[in-house]
């Protein structure tokens, strides 16, 4: 019943910047923690970032800390991550994800987003 909507991919060269964005459907948006992940061509969905109920407490994967940061508004339901000096290894289907623990984890997430393509070039 909850519908989460990516958007905000493309292509970009390294070293520039996106900014993402998640929609989230439901009126009970405020008691999820959200969450980014991201897979990249034959792997695994790997965890990337994560947001609480409490907008300040976040998580974030080691290569993802410094460059990218995850935030909330949840007046407008939306969830944002705010990527930063991309590498071409951070080409990957990013999808946001929405649960009841935190951080996130691939087992427990309640709701996917269909993944928005990130496609970082050299």
């Known amino acids: 019943q909850v519908q989460l909507e990516e958007s905000g991919g493309g292509l970009v060269q390294a070293g520039g910047s996106l900014r993402l964005s998640c929609a989230a459907s439901?009126?009970?948006?405020?008691?999820?923690?959200m969450g980014w992940f991201r897979q990249g061509p034959g792997k695994k969905r790997e965890f990337l970032a994560g947001?609480?109920?409490?907008?300040?407490?976040?998580h974030y994967v080691d290569s993802a800390k410094g460059r990218f940061t995850i935030s909330r508004n949840n007046a407008k339901k939306t969830v944002y991550l705010e990527m930063n000096s991309l590498k071409p290894e951070d080409t990957a289907v990013y999808y946001c994800a929405a649960d009841s623990r935190y951080p996130p984890l691939s087992k427990s997430v309640l709701y996917w987003g269909q993944g928005t393509q990130v496609t970082v070039s050299s």
């Open positions: 439901t009126p009970a948006f405020i008691n999820y923690a």
């Open positions: 947001i609480s109920w409490n907008p300040n407490n976040t």
